[in-house]
């Protein structure tokens, strides 16, 4: 065998991951990607043999594949046949020194303490009469989070954006070291902000699964509630935002009105507008009761009317169509060969959504219709957010009228030592993974964090390509990609 | 055009009726929390154990919370089988000064409306630079909802700026990362003088959730001089628009 196959949340020892040699490992990678699988995740298990451990997936079947491999301090990179690989073989880099040869720039991806200065990093260069550079933040003019954007540009034409980050650097995934602990499911809502609900999942899944720790069917039903009122809430706030960025400030307002309306129904639930205090490790803390939710869903009813009507306002004025076709395109090779995961993914016609094909506790009962788009341009990713928080709507329904019953939570259990397992939740900005290994006490010595952004940062950098640097701040809300989920 | 009409017929007018009746937050909301030591068990530290932050901490005259550290978690509350924590619905937290923010009864923490002077040079607006600075843009999401229809803090004035140069004040969240330290010192040097530091959200106070990362600076505190004080983990819209409207002198 030279692959572990396991899935959404099912550990399995350590021991039972093959260790390939470095030759036979790079192989047997690009061999199971030409086959059909993707990179999900490539890693390092820290220990006295340092292994490098890759998460294969196939979407068709829900299966994960890991293999791993002992490296010293380099290894053939995989970068040059798996693009997909090139910001992970940085990472790796910078947080455990193991250089992958012939990879084209490992720089530094998050400037961690005590490494290299972020204020003096080097840029990409293009050189060339007429050619010029614009930098942009950290401190940026809105109220946004802080990064670095270097454009090469010719005129108005952006030749590359290179997109540096790190400003968000705050420790997480170290801290999460030794978990479960007092502070665990606090830093798992704070991964990133807009996606509480979506992370608090990942991590509880995680431990669960650890700890065989199975949550209620009331539980899993008010984490979708969760999950789906956090969808909806950051999908139509975006659209208010790109309405915003071309002008056109009736559905502007409307649906910044909107998404407050959303994250209040969040409230309404667990007291908090993001989510949190809600999903703990076995299941909820709140329980609602029936008068509660039917009240939701009355609510839910009304802003839903308001939602359809301010969003048909953006697609029949002629003026955002025009400022939103063709802009920013990220073609459905690129978005394949750089592993792009969630609504910008699907905008470029890749059918891919971890509630369908790596469905998890979470998601086994309650199927989403998953709408899937193809011109890969700013429209389609609007379009596709306005599909998403319409199927969301349609989801909701079912745990908001048969909510199910059991406990809201269920106690937990202490978690299998030396063994593996990888979470994934499709939150609202794609597939989140976190990846957990316990040691013989069993108490999680390693805690990878994968927040869709790193991955789909890039994707930006590509869709900027040959566009006018003006329709930057359009291309980039699109995306609206996490900085402090990049950062951690 | 007419559509556009129609959509605004029916969307109505959502502007709270904020400051003239009180905002209307749901039950489960937890704004400033609330003490009866008197009903707590000898020897008992089980909020004290649980909290996430060290926010609490027992006294002589019972447990005390640090409001600059607390995350409003609630479980404290939670956890206490006396019920001797209670989160109120309280929405309003801001101080003046860092020792205002050290809770251990029933008090509301006091905000120091600025100088008269001060307030001339402002006249009616008063215009910020937010800084974002390592946390999870939790409070960079509420500042901006202040800019919705619902809060929309322009009408008081209150707006936030492209640049430090146009600048009354910064709004700082976030702990401060070691990555985004120079930038917020620069950002602040370039605010022309007399100017403002408003630290939002517990991260902004002292680390929050990150407090001891070596990653971070632990907050504004150790950096800048504060004038104003929002806790929350984030804050709620109507907590930063009550601070700021205090602070102003206008409520």
């Not at chain 1, 990093?121 to 940026?140: D, I, L, R, S």
Request: glycine share 10%; proline share 6%.
């Amino acid at each position: 065998m030279t692959l572990l196959t396991t899935g959404n949340s099912i550990p399995k020892p350590i021991a039972a991951i093959p260790v390939l040699d470095n030759d036979r490992f790079r192989q047997e990678v690009l061999s199971q990607i030409g086959g059909g699988r993707r990179l999900l995740l490539l890693t390092v298990i820290p220990g006295p043999d340092k292994r490098l451990l890759a998460a294969l997936a196939d979407d068709a079947i829900g299966e994960i594949g890991l293999l791993s491999t002992v490296v010293a301090d380099s290894y053939p990179a995989l970068t040059p046949d798996c693009p997909a690989a090139h910001y992970f073989e940085r990472e790796i880099q910078e947080q455990f020194g193991i250089r992958s040869e012939s990879h084209p720039w490992l720089k530094p991806v998050r400037f961690p303490h005590g490494g290299a200065a972020i204020e003096e990093t080097e840029f990409f260069k293009v050189a060339g009469a007429e050619v010029h550079e614009v930098a942009v933040g950290p401190v940026h003019a809105g109220v946004i989070e802080p990064g670095h954007f270097r454009f090469n540009c010719h005129g108005e034409r952006v030749l590359h954006l290179e997109i540096s980050l790190g400003y968000q650097h705050r420790g997480v995934e170290a801290a999460m070291r030794g978990s479960p602990h007092k502070r665990s499911i606090h830093l798992a809502e704070t991964v990133a902000g807009d996606t509480s609900a979506g992370h608090a999942t990942a991590y509880c899944q995680l431990i669960e699964a650890l700890s065989d720790t199975e949550c209620s069917p009331r539980a899993i039903a008010l984490r979708v509630v969760a999950l789906e009122l956090e969808r909806i809430a950051n999908h139509i706030g975006d659209l208010g935002a790109l309405a915003g960025d071309v002008g056109f400030l009736p559905a502007a307002a409307y649906c910044g009105r909107l998404r407050g309306d959303a994250l209040n129904l969040t409230a309404q639930l667990c007291g908090s507008r993001l989510g949190r205090g809600w999903i703990r490790p076995g299941g909820v803390a709140h329980e609602p009761g029936a008068e509660a939710l039917g009240e939701l869903k009355t609510r839910l009813i009304d802003t839903e009317r308001d939602m359809r009507n301010a969003v048909d306002l953006l697609w029949k004025s002629s003026s955002v169509r025009a400022r939103f076709e063709n802009t920013g395109i990220l073609t459905r090779q690129t978005a394949v060969d750089l592993g792009i995961v969630g609504p910008p993914a699907r905008a470029s016609g890749i059918d891919r959504d971890c509630r369908r094909d790596f469905a998890g506790p979470a998601y086994r009962d309650y199927q989403p219709i998953i709408a899937v788009g193809e011109s890969g341009d700013v429209f389609a990713r609007a379009m596709q957010r306005w599909q998403e928080i319409d199927s969301s709507l349609g989801l909701l329904h079912r745990p908001l009228d048969d909510p199910g019953t059991g406990d809201t939570i269920a106690p937990m259990r202490a978690l299998a030592p030396d063994h593996v397992v990888l979470s994934l939740v499709e939150g609202w900005r794609g597939e989140i993974v976190h990846l957990g290994i316990t040691d013989a006490a069993g108490r999680l010595s390693h805690y990878k964090i994968l927040d869709p952004s790193f991955r789909n940062w890039f994707g930006l950098a590509m869709a900027m390509r040959g566009q006018a640097i003006s329709d930057f701040p359009l291309c980039n809300k699109s995306f609206n990609l996490s900085y402090c989920g990049h950062d951690l | 055009m007419f559509k556009a009409l129609k959509a605004r017929a029916r969307q109505g007018y959502r502007t709270a009726a904020y400051p003239a009746e009180e905002p209307s937050l749901p039950s489960l909301f937890r704004g400033r929390p609330r003490f009866e030591a008197d009903k707590c068990t000898a020897g008992c530290k089980r909020c004290v154990d649980l909290c996430p932050t060290d926010a609490l901490r027992l006294t002589s005259i019972g447990p005390q919370l640090d409001l600059g550290r607390c995350i409003f978690c609630g479980e404290c509350a939670s956890a206490c089988p006396e019920g001797a924590i209670e989160f109120t619905r309280d929405w309003r937290l801001a101080a003046s000064a860092r020792t205002e923010l050290f809770l251990a009864d029933d008090r509301q923490p006091h905000v120091e409306a600025l100088r008269r002077e001060l307030r001339r040079l402002l006249g009616r607006s008063l215009r910020l630079r937010q800084i974002s600075a390592g946390g999870c843009n939790g409070c960079e999401a509420e500042v901006n909802a202040l800019g919705n229809v619902v809060f929309d803090a322009s009408r008081f004035g209150i707006d936030f700026v492209a640049s430090p140069r146009h600048a009354d004040g910064v709004l700082i969240t976030g702990p401060i990362t070691e990555n985004m330290r120079e930038a917020t010192l620069r950002t602040y040097e370039a605010v022309a003088a007399p100017k403002l530091v408003i630290a939002a959200g517990a991260c902004a106070i002292s680390g929050g959730i990150f407090r001891g990362h070596p990653e971070v600076c632990d907050g504004v505190e150790a950096l800048l001089p504060i004038d104003l004080y929002i806790p929350g983990c984030p804050p709620h819209p109507f907590t930063i628009l009550d601070g700021l409207l205090r602070l102003l002198g206008r409520l």
